[in-house]
C-alpha cells in the first residue's frame, strides 16, 4: 500500500502562486508514475497533470498548461504542483494519485488507472 497526503491548499488571490505537496509513504515512491486530479465544486473529478517515474515525462491539462508545473523530490519522497498565475476557476479540491507500482509508465489522464489517492486539499482562488 502506498499513502499519500497533500498539503499546500489555501485561500490565494487571482494571480497569485502556491504550491502543493503530496507526501508518499509505504512503498517506494519513485517506482509510481503520479498525478493530480482536482474537483471543482458540483463537478466530476478531473486530470491536472502527471509525471512518469521513468525518465520524468509529464503531462498537462490544457487548462493549466504553461501555468502549472510538477516535480518530484525521490529523496522527500513528495510530489509537487507548483501553480502560478491561479484564477477563480482553479479552486477546487486538488488530489495526488499514483498508478501502480513499477508498472505503469505513461502517464494517463483517466482516474481509474490510479490506484492510491490522497485525501485532498482545498484551494481556493478569490477574484
Known sequence: QLQLEETGGGLVQA???????????????SAHTMGWFRQ???KEREFVGGLSWIG????????VKGRFTISRDNA???LYLQMNG???????????????????????????DYVYWGQGTQ???SS
Open 40 to 42: 471543482l465544486p458540483g
Open 86 to 112: 491561479l484564477k477563480p476557476e482553479d479552486t477546487a479540491v486538488y488530489y495526488c494519485a499514483a498508478r501502480a507500482e513499477a508498472t505503469a509508465v505513461k502517464v494517463s489522464k483517466r482516474l481509474s
Open 15 to 29: 494571480g497569485d502562486s502556491l504550491t502543493l505537496s503530496c507526501v508518499a509513504s509505504g512503498q517506494t515512491f
Open 123 to 125: 484551494v481556493t482562488v
Open 56 to 63: 520524468d515525462s509529464t503531462d498537462y491539462a490544457d487548462s
Open 76 to 78: 522527500k519522497n513528495t
